[in-house]
């Protein structure tokens, strides 16, 4: 199993050296991934938790300036918000900047304000979404020149250089909960990232699409928050002392999780790299092999 870690971009202690100290500590612990969380213009009722927010793409590109060998990912990019075509240049753009260290997951989104204040059509996402990886898929593909011709996005002989390091473009998860998602995440990406729900319900959503996903490659990521002194307020959804994070995460595992990416609950930069600590130290090596 591997592990990523939720950098802090948003919430009250999101700063530019709370950044670059959580992704150098997450480098140095052994961590295979740092992730960003992404949201542009979320109306003030929808933004509880994010009003403060580090835009997730440039913010990106910097931090893959900073360190070396973790990987950099979007969890997860809002995609149907934005224009296909400039998203795959500015990863294509990072990923040979950093030396092929980039990794994205992308969803729908769930906030119609924020596609209104964007301009940007709420109603038919889903379907803009599925056409938008397609035209990730085919610009990533590593030729200089692509052709694509879909209901919302078309494109004859555009230029397209520089490609991505990483052969066929960086490694592509389909975030959300739902089935559509995870169907979507079947057919046209490399992964399905949802959010934490309980084991069961994670197995009972994998058991549908198995006879579709067979041996190929396929990765099962999900989004945790981890608290190792939750209160009563907690919104954690790995939580208490080592011996049952370890027992919950075990859990996940048979349930189908190969890679976990943990948002570690922090009120301070402090607190939150020794949760990092305490979890390369005392949860991982007594993980299930």
Known sequence: MKFGIILPN???????????????AAESLGFDSAWLTDHIALPSS??????HIFESISSMAYLAAQTRTIK???????????NPMEIAKSI?????????????????????????NLGSNFSNRGQRMTEAVRVLRTLWRGQTKASFKGQFYQFEEMTFSPTPIQAGGPPLWIAGNSMPALKRAVFL?????PNAS????????????????????FTISIRFILDFNPKESSISNLSGNSEKIIK?????????????????SA????????????FVQEVIPNLDK
């Open 10 to 24: 948003f919430g009250q202690t999101a700063t530019r050296l709370s950044l670059i100290d959580t992704i150098n």
């Open 46 to 51: 929808e933004s509880k938790g994010f009003s």
């Open 72 to 82: 950099l990912g979007l969890s997860s990019l809002v995609l149907p918000q934005r």
């Open 92 to 116: 294509a753009t990072i990923d040979v900047l950093s030396g092929g260290r980039i990794m994205i997951a992308t969803g729908i989104g769930w906030s119609e304000g924020e596609y209104k």
């Open 189 to 193: 990406a490399d992964g399905w990232h």
């Open 198 to 217: 309980t084991p069961e319900i994670i197995k009972a959503k994998l058991d549908q699409v198995q006879p579709l996903i067979q041996n190929r490659p």
């Open 248 to 264: 919950d995460l075990n859990c996940y595992k048979i349930m189908g999780m190969n890679y976990a990416i943990i948002e570690f």
């Open 267 to 278: 009120n301070s930069q402090s607190e939150r790299e020794r949760s990092m600590r305490k």
